[in-house]
């Protein structure tokens, strides 16, 4: 097989969801080619140059750097793939050019600009919603990252079951590092709940500040504060924090420093609208981290019995999670027992050989 990816997310300077998806995806997919009896010819698109250290070089596969300011997908990567006549051109992140020649598979992450449309720009939810529709209808295998994302592809774009995979991206454990120096270079107190994620509506951020609000009004003497760790994301609205007491925002944190601070945390409290798949909860569960996370979309799946789960439309529902896993020490135990457990389950390995099963459906 000639397979051509779209490589471009990789080369950020700063990683978030989607382009580590993108990343330990296609290095997962280059480790079982490198395996195979009869290797297929991988060739990585960039719109940027890649670090020589980015992926293990290999004869199997060539880097195609193909420089263009705008529209690089639906113009640049859609002539090249057309020219070399590439059998198949997966697409990590929700955007297929919208004319190519040949069969292409592309991952959806999520769809929760159609739940909450408000929690994104006009112009964002637009092209969200465009690239979506015309991706899904294209694509000849749809990869959902879970079954909640899938549901939604038929819901809302009546994509057919039969084309969709539901293929769980892998969870690596993060590094667990110095927590008091990573206490020190963020200004944390030693005893704290965790949210991390970008500052954006669709996070519930104000429902989070005011149910933290809630759990401190009723328990003065405990002195846990509410970290929230991650950079303004649009729409990020100020009044969301405004007057809170012992919350702390650290803007965009080095990964580096993650496994420290989830490891140094009372309970990553993630109550999401809306998520295709959370890395945070699953990576909190890999540092031995209680989690509290929301009962709908995809958290469910991934959480299992190995979390709180809670309305995250409900104040008082998020406040006593937060009162239960502070004042129970045996409660944080056990969560951290089954969570460690339920991380394991999602493997890069695993996630990379569903995708080739689906790369090798879409050929046939």
């Not at 950020?12 to 997919?29: C, D, H, N, Q, S």
Request: proline fraction near 7%; charge should be neutral.
């Amino acid at each position: 097989m000639q397979l051509a990816i779209d490589a471009s997310r990789t080369t950020v300077a700063r990683l978030t969801g989607t382009e580590r998806y993108a990343l330990e995806m296609i290095r997962a997919l280059l480790r079982l080619n490198e395996k195979s009896a009869i290797p297929d010819q991988i060739t990585l698109y960039f719109r940027d140059p890649p670090p020589d250290s980015l992926f293990s070089p290999s004869p199997q596969v060539t880097h195609a750097v193909i420089p263009f300011a705008r529209a690089w997908s639906h113009v640049r990567l859609a002539a090249a793939v057309t020219i070399k006549h590439s059998d198949l051109l997966w697409v990590p992140a929700h955007t297929l050019p919208f004319l190519f020649a040949g069969r292409a598979t592309v991952t959806l992450h999520d769809v929760g600009y159609r739940w909450f449309p408000d929690a994104h720009p006009p112009r964002q939810r637009a092209y969200l919603d465009l690239t979506t529709r015309t991706s899904a209808a294209r694509a000849t295998i749809i990869l959902a990252d879970s079954r909640a994302t899938a549901d939604d592809l038929m819901r809302f774009y009546g994509t057919p079951a039969a084309k969709i995979r539901v293929v769980y991206p892998g969870v690596d454990a993060p590094p667990i590092g110095d927590e008091a120096a990573a206490r020190a270079k963020y200004g944390l107190p030693e005893r704290y709940f965790l949210f991390i994620g970008t500052l954006q509506p669709r996070k519930n951020i104000a429902a989070l500040v005011a149910a933290y609000g809630q759990w401190r009004a009723a328990h003065p003497n405990d002195p846990a504060a509410l970290v929230l760790a991650g950079g303004q994301g649009w729409l990020f609205d100020p009044a969301w924090i405004a007057g809170a007491t012992d919350v702390i925002c650290t803007g965009y944190i080095d990964e580096a420093d993650k496994g420290a601070l989830l490891a140094g945390a009372l309970a990553l409290v993630f109550p999401s609208l809306y998520e295709g798949f959370g890395f945070p909860v699953l990576e909190a569960m890999h540092c031995g981290t209680p989690v509290i996370c929301s009962n709908t979309s995809s958290l469910p799946e991934l959480a299992g019995e190995a979390a709180l789960l809670v309305d995250p439309s409900s104040v008082a529902a998020i406040a006593d999670a937060m009162r239960q896993i502070a004042g129970d020490a045996a409660l944080r135990t056990e969560l951290s027992q089954r969570g460690r457990a339920q991380a394991a389950r999602f493997t890069w390995t695993a996630a990379a050989t569903a995708a080739y099963a689906a790369f090798e459906a879409a050929l046939r």
